[in-house]
């Protein structure tokens, strides 16, 4: 089975600070996903990765950067948390055709940021 | 840009009846992918079901099947004899070919009751 952790289920930081989230895949996926889930709006892209050091930036990349130094490990931070990027967070990880592009999923960070 | 839409933010029906979900999107590709995913509540997310837009034919996976209807741009969610355990958060998502890349609906909250 195909699995992919993050490195906290909940978090809770100060605005200002530097949030690091950590996600961890085991299936030598080429793509990895973050995004963003808030009530009402579905899931929204953040960043995404194709390959090591590589990354494309989604739909709401603002106030995000994102780290994959290994294949396994995709790195979404948060440099100077805000009050409005208190949210649920998913990472995913997938492939391509073979697999019909099926993302799967960790188990979510719940940031608060106060 | 590509959209998709779940007009029904939360439904409810009786353990061991049907449920439609629906899902309308809006696009100007010829060739793309849907999905269905379910997220349990406080569990991971997960694919339920997908659809290559150039198979006519709609996919079954056991008790969930979809009507696609390509030129009216719309793919339901039929999840025939309930259980509890269908209870969950349904997203629909539309991937443009090769894009890797998902669209995602806000959601609906279904609720089985027993």
């Known amino acids: 089975d195909v699995k992919v952790t993050q490195s906290s289920r909940y978090l809770v930081k100060r605005t200002g600070e530097k949030v690091f989230l950590e996600c961890v895949q085991d299936m030598d996926h080429e793509n990895m996903f973050w995004y963003r889930q808030d009530p009402g709006l579905g899931l929204r892209l953040i960043y995404f990765s194709y390959d090591v050091k590589m990354k494309e930036k989604g739909d709401i990349p603002e106030g995000y950067s994102v780290s994959r130094e290994k294949k396994e490990r995709f790195s979404l931070i948060l440099e100077s948390a805000s009050t409005n990027q208190t949210s649920m967070y998913l990472c995913?990880?997938?492939?391509?055709?073979?697999?019909?592009?099926?993302?799967?999923f960790g188990p979510g960070t719940r940031l608060t940021v106060t | 840009a590509q959209t998709v839409t779940q007009s029904q933010p939360e439904m409810s029906v009786q353990e061991a009846e049907t449920v439609t979900l629906s899902c309308t999107y809006d696009?100007?590709?010829?060739?793309?992918?849907l999905f269905w995913y379910k997220q349990p509540p406080s569990r991971q997310m997960i694919l339920v079901i997908r659809?290559?837009?150039?198979k006519q034919q709609n996919a079954t996976e056991n008790r969930f099947s979809v009507n696609f209807q390509k030129a009216a741009k719309s793919f339901s969610l039929k999840i025939s004899d309930s259980q509890l355990g269908d209870t969950a958060m349904y997203f629909c998502?539309?991937?443009?070919?090769?894009?890797?890349?998902?669209?995602w609906g806000a959601g609906t909250k279904l609720i089985i009751k027993p």
């Open positions: 696009t100007s590709e010829n060739n793309y992918y």
């Open positions: 659809q290559e837009a150039y």
């Open positions: 995913a990880s997938g492939v391509g055709l073979e697999l019909a592009y099926e993302q799967y």
């Open positions: 998502a539309f991937m443009k070919e090769s894009n890797y890349q998902l669209i």
